[in-house]
């Protein structure tokens, strides 16, 4: 009897197993089925000539205004609140938020796109200023030009000066005054401070200052 008992109790908890087992997979099997989240990209113009697509480690100079998708609600614009002026960012390595990096690749001077991004890639849970958590954006953006930007593997060669495979803010900051005096604009050093800030914030991993080759990586486009 105490045999039979325990095979009943054996059998009962073999067979909980096998369900909590069978739950698991299929809620597995349901998370692996739920898509990742898509900017939607509307071309609303496009110039007839295009010499250079945008890619990852560009730096692009954008005019653009940016929208609340729930009602409307302009909450930045780079006519209205950077005194008429457009911006500088640099695509693909997180500067701006990830809906930004995928909804600007390949993109012509001259060409306006409004893009839809979601919540994952904006902003998320936590928001930010005027935009409310969980908000999905809307933006009208132009792009002015591109430029090289101070990421590629050719660049990193370029600013190592000395050949020691690292670079000094000095080195960075050299780089890019020739880029801008190259293409005929205006030195602007505090721009190229925040800029530089920027560049070992994110990549100067171990904070000693420098920019090792090691340290030196995003996603390339081409890898």
Known sequence: MRWSCWGQYSMRTDTTMRLLLVAAALSCAGAALIPEPEVQIQVLEKPFLCKRHSKNGDMLLVHFDGFLQSNGTRFHSTYADNNGQPVWFTLGIREAIKGWDR???????????KITVPPALAYGKEGKGKIPPESTLIFNISLMEIRNGPRSHESFQEMDLNDDWKLSKEEVKAYLKVEFEKHGSQVNESHHEVLVESIFE?????????ISAREFTYTHDEL
């Open 202 to 210: 994110k990549e100067d991993e171990d904070s000693d200052g420098y």
């Open 103 to 113: 909804g600007l690749k390949d993109m012509c001077v001259g060409e306006k796109r």
